[in-house]
């Protein structure tokens, strides 16, 4: 799979969920044990916590009174968040290619399995979702519209040749049924802040991973491919890593589909 140099990828998460546990604060503590050595920094947060979804919309993430656990490594640069019903992996954009992050899951997922006394044996759903950030190159006679297709580009006033009309916003969203799950493509120009709402988690934003936006015309890609899991599979790290590969790669040509030649040459596509 080609590389990009400067991948406009700013947040990436891939998320296993199985049924829930009624008390699961008993077993963090063993759970932490499992991974301490490779994620060393904890965190929790309660305050209308959040439950991950994983639905015909996607990976959603619902305000509840719930307590979720991260486990961050030194440098911030991966954690693992564990609820009461998902473990998932996320990273800002430091995130370093789709094999090591899936390689960190399938190895969380293997030490949640040895984690004694939890006794989770089965998934219910998985979703893989990727958040990029587009915009042109400052100090550039660039526009946004070089780096993505028509279909994939929410029109600008300025397109319809209209110069009385000032943009504020707009919005292109599909979903689509592929042969793993579900898939929905947003693509959301000059939205109200440089990152999905129900993602800027106090987690996400103690990392350091909310984007800064230079450009005035910018436009943020969330590809989120989900698989509901019924009945539920039992739980195997290695067949659940094969599964999330298959996402990804259906999101991959989404997204090779919505940007242009142009696109990659900036980004700096590499064999």
């Not at 700013?10 to 604060?25: D, G, K, Q, T």
């Not at 190159?137 to 519209?145: D, H, I, L, Q």
């Amino acid at each position: 799979m080609e590389r990009l140099k400067f991948a406009p990828l700013r947040y990436s998460l891939a998320i296993v969920r199985f049924p829930r546990l009624l008390n699961m604060e008993p077993h963090v503590g063993n759970f932490q044990e499992q991974i301490r050595h490779q994620y060393p920094l904890p965190d929790t947060y309660m305050n209308q916590g959040l439950v991950a979804e994983v639905g015909p919309e996607g990976v959603r993430f619902n305000q509840v009174l719930d307590k979720l656990w991260q486990f961050a490594d030194p440098e911030r640069k991966y954690a693992l968040v564990l609820g009461s019903d998902f473990l998932l992996i996320h990273a800002g954009a430091a995130y370093e290619g789709h094999g090591p992050f899936l390689d960190r899951l399938r190895d969380a997922v293997f030490a949640l399995m040895q984690t004694p006394g939890m006794g989770i044996t089965h998934a219910t759903a998985l979703g893989l979702r990727v958040i990029d950030l587009v915009e042109p190159r400052s100090g550039n006679e660039e526009t946004v519209a070089q780096y993505l297709c028509p279909w994939a580009l929410p029109t600008a006033a300025a397109d319809m040749g209209d110069g009385a009309i000032e943009m504020r916003e707009g919005a292109y969203i599909a979903s689509f049924s592929t042969p793993h799950g579900g898939l929905r493509f947003q693509a959301l120009r000059r939205p109200g802040g440089s990152f999905p709402a129900d993602l800027a988690t106090p987690f996400v934003q103690n990392n350091g991973w909310l984007p800064q936006v230079t450009a005035e015309d910018f436009v943020i890609l969330d590809i989120d491919h989900f698989a509901a899991l019924e009945p539920p599979i039992a739980l195997n790290p290695v067949e659940l890593r094969e599964k999330f590969e298959g996402l990804y790669l259906s999101s991959r040509k989404v997204f090779e589909s919505a940007a242009t030649p142009f696109a990659f040459e900036v980004w700096g596509r590499t064999g």
